[in-house]
């Protein structure tokens, strides 16, 4: 039977009981005599008797009081307290004996531990105290925290910020949520990353442009539709051919029969089928079906 917590190395008083006859298995036991050495204590060893050396006293309806000594509180963790009397059936309890810092957050007159809100308030964590020594693998390449940062220029569907200086591609699938600034509360998926140019490019576009000095999140999107499709700037004015460098797929016909969308420009909201793709000897040069508008130099698409 588990009765509570104990702060570590400090004497206490526990409750004992109750203690019933052990003829008729009802009637209270009032008047034992109950030393300390029939007290015994037990952290995950053999059982001793316990080191206070006052007996237990009776303080109502089978129910004896045992005081505890710094000693037989000394070790943190379980604490199993078993008592056997002649007369009366045996009495189990068992105790989580805690940190002294630990259990005076919790239960102390003046405990920190909790505001009036109910929520905890913790220490700094050091610095460096979380690394890839202390954080598996696994963990560490499905973490990715929410980032606050400032534009550095921008347009309708593009943020330029040299603070981001991840490898190519790394926000793709993630989430804008712009936070200041005339597009404000916006949010826009990440089509692609410019590692060199340090861009993110967005879709759809943004109602107003992004300028120096508007802040804005990224945000880690989970699963996403983004990671089957491919995000391209048009080179030239291709009507029946798109050539974009970004493009770095090595296979020929890679993207045969998928959709070539627009996303700005004349050609913007128009649908293309791919006919080809020539990943060898021009590398992301399309051949799809012919747009009513051709697509200008800078105008965003995507292969879907």
């Given at each position: ?43 995950g060893g053999a059982l001793a008797a316990k080191n206070n050396t006052a ?250």
């Amino acid at each position: 039977m588990f009765n509570g917590f104990l702060k570590q190395s400090t004497t206490d008083s526990v409750y004992l009981g109750p203690f019933v006859d052990d003829t008729d298995f009802k009637t209270v036991e009032t008047g034992l005599t109950i030393a300390n050495t029939a007290v015994l204590l037990g952290t995950g060893g053999a059982l001793a008797a316990k080191n206070n050396t006052a007996s237990a006293v009776h303080r109502g309806n089978g129910m004896y009081v045992a005081t505890l000594n710094a000693t037989d509180t000394a070790t943190v963790g379980e604490l199993m307290i078993a008592c056997d009397i002649t007369g009366a059936l045996p009495v189990r309890h068992k105790y989580m004996v805690l940190e002294e810092a630990i259990y005076d957050a919790m239960f102390g007159s003046l405990a920190a531990g909790f505001d009036a809100s109910g929520q905890v308030t913790t220490g700094t964590i050091a610095t460096d105290a979380i690394s890839a020594a202390s954080v598996s693998a696994a963990a560490v390449s499905k973490m990715r925290a929410v980032r606050e940062l400032v534009v550095d220029s921008g347009t309708v569907n593009t943020i330029v910020d040299a603070a981001l200086t991840e490898v190519e591609d790394y926000w793709k699938g993630c989430r804008i949520l712009i936070t200041s600034g005339s597009a404000i509360s916006q949010v826009r998926e990440v089509m692609r990353f410019g590692a060199t140019s340090n861009t993110l490019y967005l879709a759809p576009d943004l109602s107003a442009s992004v300028t120096l000095g508007d802040t804005y999140e990224i945000i880690p999107a989970g699963d996403s539709m983004n990671s089957l499709v491919v995000f391209g700037i048009a080179a030239g004015t291709p009507t029946v051919t798109v050539t974009d460098s970004g493009l770095t797929e090595t296979q020929d016909n890679k993207y045969v029969n998928r959709m070539l969308v627009p996303l700005t420009g004349p050609a913007k909201g128009e649908v293309a089928f791919i006919e080809s793709y020539d990943g060898t000897t021009t590398v992301g040069e399309l051949t799809h079906t012919t747009l009513q508008e051709a697509m200008a130099t800078g105008n965003h698409f995507v292969i879907v």
